[in-house]
């Protein structure tokens, strides 16, 4: 199975990406937990990503893309993905197919978990009190909110143009969102 994942930030995307991939037998690829890693590590590329995630706003598509590319050719994704939080543009989902078509493979679904934003921001002003994230601030979330209107949203009808869409609720328990999430991949 190789799919993506789309959803409003605090949709739980990272919370199903993990019980989905693990389901599925393939490894979940979050670009989000790549870029915290390397913040993380203070390599470069952690430098670069650091000065966009902590305003809210996308890292720039060359430097995203050129990090997915490579984590595609690594072995373990050969048979198979789960990529969270990427694409998050129109043109990272031109990108993307370029990228599967040079791998002689195509996407099976994109799956768009769906919530309303009183519910997202209510999740991830939730988890900066546990986790202390510093784009989980009130005027941060407000602005991923809106880049995620502007630029991620399309992306709900270009799968939908590829015959890829499979949108699932992600309101209510998270065990209830993963069932929902499962039955709807069985069928792909
Ligand atoms: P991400 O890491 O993708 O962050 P996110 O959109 O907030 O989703 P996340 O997966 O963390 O949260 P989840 O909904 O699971 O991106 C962070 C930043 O990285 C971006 O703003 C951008 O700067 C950069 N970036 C990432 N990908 C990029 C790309 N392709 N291009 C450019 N830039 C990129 O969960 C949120 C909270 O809700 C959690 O606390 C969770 O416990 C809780 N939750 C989940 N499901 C719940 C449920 N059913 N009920 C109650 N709470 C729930």
């Given at each position: 199975m190789r799919a993506v994942l789309l959803g409003?930030?605090?949709?739980g995307k990272g919370t199903q990406a993990a019980r989905l991939a693990d389901r599925l037998g393939v490894p979940a690829i979050s670009t989000g937990d790549i870029f915290r890693a390397n913040v993380k590590g203070g390599t470069e590329l952690g430098r670069k990503a650091q000065e966009y995630m902590s305003t809210g706003a996308l890292v720039p598509d060359e430097v995203t893309n050129a990090m997915v590319r490579d984590r595609l050719e690594q072995d373990d994704a050969a048979a198979g993905f789960l990529l969270d939080g990427?694409?998050?543009n129109p043109e990272q989902a031109v990108e993307l197919d370029t990228m599967l078509a040079d791998l002689a493979v195509s996407l099976d679904a994109a799956i768009e978990i769906t919530a309303d934003v009183d519910e997202v921001t209510t999740r991830l002003l939730k988890r900066a009190q546990i986790?202390?994230?510093?784009?989980?601030t009130e005027p941060v979330i407000r602005k991923r909110l809106e880049i995620y209107a502007a630029s991620t949203a399309p992306l709900t009808a270009y799968y939908q143009g590829q015959s890829l869409l499979v949108q699932v609720d992600g309101m209510g328990d998270v065990d209830d969102v993963t069932a929902r999430l499962i039955a709807a991949v069985d069928g792909k």
């Open positions: 409003p930030p605090g949709a990427y694409p998050r986790e202390g994230r510093d784009d989980d």
